[in-house]
């Protein structure tokens, strides 16, 4: 199995950053993708950016296009999330997943979970 654990939540206010990492361990080579997705209380998860371990391919929404960016350090099967301009709106859970092949964005298609690390903005 593949087991991931997320870190650098926390309370920011509206303008401000956060850095999130997840740290895969296990069967490492069951996955090639990695996608960070965010859920607000009382709806849908939503993805917020995805990489392809091989590559350098990254995939982002519009909502957080120009301010998130997502970055891996594969010899520490570590994959980042840096948060800039973060907005009121941007509170939720975020979860790291990964999963083979998935379409990048789509929760349905990852088959591996952390625990999630709450990002709150607010003033």
């Known amino acids: 199995q593949v087991q991931l654990v997320e870190s650098g939540g926390g309370s920011v206010q509206p303008g401000g950053s956060l850095t999130l990492s997840c740290v895969a361990s296990g069967y490492t080579d069951k996955y090639n993708t990695m996608g960070w997705f965010r859920q607000a209380p009382g709806k849908q998860r939503e993805g917020v950016a995805a990489?392809?371990?091989?590559?350098?391919?990254?995939y982002y929404p519009d909502s957080v296009k120009g301010r998130f960016t997502i970055s891996r350090d594969n010899a520490k099967n570590t994959v980042y999330l840096q948060m800039n301009s973060l907005k009121p709106e941007d509170t939720a859970m975020y979860y790291c997943?990964?999963?083979?092949?998935?379409?990048?964005?789509?929760?349905?298609?990852?088959?591996?979970w952390g625990q999630g690390t709450q990002v709150t903005v607010s003033s």
């Open positions: 990489i392809f371990i091989g590559g350098r391919r990254t």
């Open positions: 997943a990964a999963g083979s092949w998935p379409l990048p964005l789509s929760a349905v298609d990852y088959a591996y």
